[in-house]
C-alpha cells in the first residue's frame, strides 16, 4: 500500500503548521486496506478472539461495537457509524444537515453496516463495510462538491449491490440539497444588507485595532491588521506581512486573510459570497449573518460566534502574546 505525504511542514517565526488532509491514497488502497479490515472482524467476531493471524487489525470486536447512541437505531463506535439496514445512512456528513435522509435498502432484509465519511475543504470521501455479504465500498473525491456526492453515490451502489425491493431517486435528492447548499450563502447576505444600519462609522481610527486577539484558552487567535480603508483578519500568526519573505508561506497567508470592511458602529463584516468561499477552501454550507460579523467592543476586545445554530460569541482579548501560567 503506497502511502504519501502531500505537502511539506509549514514553518516560520512563533509557527508550526501541519495540514490535517496530508496523507493521498487512491481507491484501489482502500479496497486492500478496508478488505483485510472486514477480514479482521468477521474473523474475531465467529472466534472471539482479539486477533487474526496475518492480519495487522486487533480488537475488532470493541472497535466496531456501538459505544454510544445517535439515533433509535444507529450508534457510534470507534470511528465508525454503525446500524442496521434497512437505516438511514450519512449521519455524520453535509447531506444529513440539509435534508431527510432516506431509509437505505427500505423493506429489504436486515444488514449490518458500518461506515464512515471523511470531509475536509477540497476532498470527501466514503468507506462503507457490510460484513455479511463481505462488501466493501469506497469512494474518494479530490474536490469538494455542493453536498457530498461520495455519500450519495455510496448508497446508490448499496441498494444496487443487495438488489433493494425500493429504490430511491438519489439524483433527485442530491438536486435538492445543491439547491439548497448553493442558496445558502446569498440568502445570508440578504440579511446582512437588510440588517445593517447604515450611516454610521468606526468609533476609532482603523490602527487602534490592529493587534492579536487570542481566545480564553489560547488556542485561537485572530490578527487584524490594516490595509488602506479596511482591517485585515487572520488567524493563528500566519500573516502576509510575516510571510511575504517565504512565498509557499505568502500563498497559504493570502487564502487564510480576509478583508473586514465596516458594518455598522463598531462592528465589521468579513462575507465571502460562494465562488470566493470556494477558492478559499471554505465551506459554502455553514455560517450565518452572526458567522460574518467581528463585534469590537472598544479595541481590545471582540466577540465572534465561531460556530453555528445560535451558540454563544466567542470572547477574544488582545494581547502582545501568548502567556502560560504553569502550576507549581
Not at 24 to 35: A, F, G, Q
Amino acid at each position: 500500500m503506497h502511502v504519501r505525504i502531500a505537502d511539506e511542514y509549514l514553518t516560520g517565526e512563533d509557527l508550526f503548521l501541519e495540514g490535517a488532509s496530508g496523507v493521498t491514497s487512491n481507491t484501489k488502497d482502500m479496497i486492500t486496506l478496508y478488505s483485510a479490515y472486514l477480514e479482521a472482524f468477521n474473523d474475531q467476531t465467529a472466534t472471539g478472539s482479539d486477533v487474526t493471524p496475518d492480519n495487522p487489525f486487533v480488537h475488532c470486536q470493541t472497535i466496531f461495537k456501538g459505544h454510544t447512541f445517535m439515533s433509535q437505531d444507529t450508534s457510534y463506535a470507534c470511528g465508525w457509524v454503525r446500524t442496521r439496514l434497512p437505516a438511514p445512512l450519512g449521519a455524520i456528513g453535509i447531506n444529513a444537515t440539509q435534508t431527510t435522509m432516506p431509509r437505505v435498502h427500505h423493506t429489504g432484509p436486515s444488514r449490518l453496516c458500518f461506515y464512515n465519511q471523511g470531509m475536509m475543504p477540497g476532498a470527501v470521501s466514503n468507506v462503507t463495510l457490510l460484513p455479511e455479504t463481505d462488501t466493501v465500498i469506497a469512494i474518494v473525491a479530490n474536490a469538494s462538491h455542493a453536498g457530498d456526492v461520495a455519500d450519495w453515490a455510496s448508497q446508490m451502489i448499496i441498494e444496487e449491490l443487495l438488489e433493494a425491493p425500493i429504490r430511491h431517486d438519489w439524483e433527485r435528492k442530491a438536486n435538492g440539497v445543491l439547491s439548497k447548499i448553493t442558496n445558502h450563502l446569498p440568502t445570508v447576505k440578504r440579511e446582512l444588507d437588510e440588517n445593517q444600519r447604515r450611516g454610521t462609522r468606526p468609533p476609532y481610527p482603523l490602527p487602534r485595532y490592529k493587534g492579536s486577539y487570542w481566545n480564553d484558552t489560547f488556542n485561537l487567535k485572530i490578527d487584524i491588521n490594516v490595509q488602506g480603508d479596511h482591517l485585515l483578519m487572520s488567524f493563528n500568526g500566519v500573516t502576509i506581512p510575516s510571510a511575504e519573505k517565504d512565498k509557499s508561506m505568502c500563498d497559504v497567508a493570502k487564502k487564510i486573510t480576509y478583508s473586514l470592511r465596516h458594518y455598522e458602529d463598531n462592528t465589521f463584516e468579513w462575507f465571502l459570497p460562494h465562488n470566493k468561499s470556494v477558492s478559499k477552501g471554505r465551506f459554502v454550507h455553514l455560517g450565518t449573518t452572526e458567522s460574518f460579523l467581528i463585534r469590537f467592543k472598544g479595541t481590545n476586545r471582540l466577540l465572534w460566534q465561531t460556530g453555528d445554530f445560535g451558540s454563544q460569541p466567542s470572547v477574544f482579548i488582545k494581547k502582545r502574546r501568548r502567556t502560560l501560567a504553569l502550576a507549581p
